[in-house]
């Protein structure tokens, strides 16, 4: 009886302690008990959800995808399921992005969400960066080719392929050396370039162009072979 009653402080400990929110349910998704995280993180006591439905909770349209996690938990056919962007409400009406797994032994529901709305947010700001630089490069009039580090072409701007006369969709996943002048690459100085953090490729190179040979990026100059 000692050793269940540590176990049983030894958790208590621990789910308390976590910034993750968790709950135990009954199998009508009744909260019985839940950490304090949901105070610090959402603004509800342990008394003022205890005894009501999680659904509650839930943002009415994110409440069909979590009745089907539950259902499929309650008929028996999954341990666990994973139940992610489903909107939190807070006791001062706001909502947080949340993502969940949960659990059913016996009887009892066994839920754990982080609050991943600061991800969102940072995700939603990338993309929209993205976009911004994505427009930039379709508005320039050099060409621009992006590589990765094994010097395989993964983007290119439309200036690109008016300068070069090779559609976008022949040259991605396809090794921009495929492109240069034979006499004036030098394999060694693109490896080391490959290499390092920035990946950067600034010189100016003669590249195969349709029909004619120009350069890559846009510098000008003579065609090498002549």
Sequence with gaps: MARIASLESDFRGFFQISSDLMLIADSNAIVADLNTAWLTSLGWSHDEL??????????PDDLVSTMLGYHVLVDGDRETVE???????????SYRWTDWTVGMMG???????????ARNASLANLAESLETT??????????????D??????????????????PSSDRLNHPVLDLVHPTTVRMSSARSCARSKRAAW????????????????WRGGADPSQ
Excluded: M
Aim: aromatic share 6%.
């Design 50 to 59: 205890v005894g009501t439905s999680i659904f509650d909770l839930i943002h």
């Design 83 to 93: 139940v992610q962007q489903t909107r939190i409400r807070c006791k001062d009406g």
């Design 107 to 117: 009887d009892s529901l066994y839920a754990i969400g982080r609050d991943v709305t």
């Design 134 to 147: 994505r427009a930039i490069s379709d508005a320039a009039l050099d060409s621009i080719v992006v590589i």
């Design 149 to 166: 580090r094994a010097l395989n072409i993964v983007e290119t701007n439309a200036s690109s392929e008016e300068i070069h006369g090779h």
């Design 202 to 217: 600034q010189s100016s190179i003669f590249v195969y162009a349709t029909p004619t040979v120009t350069t890559w990026p």
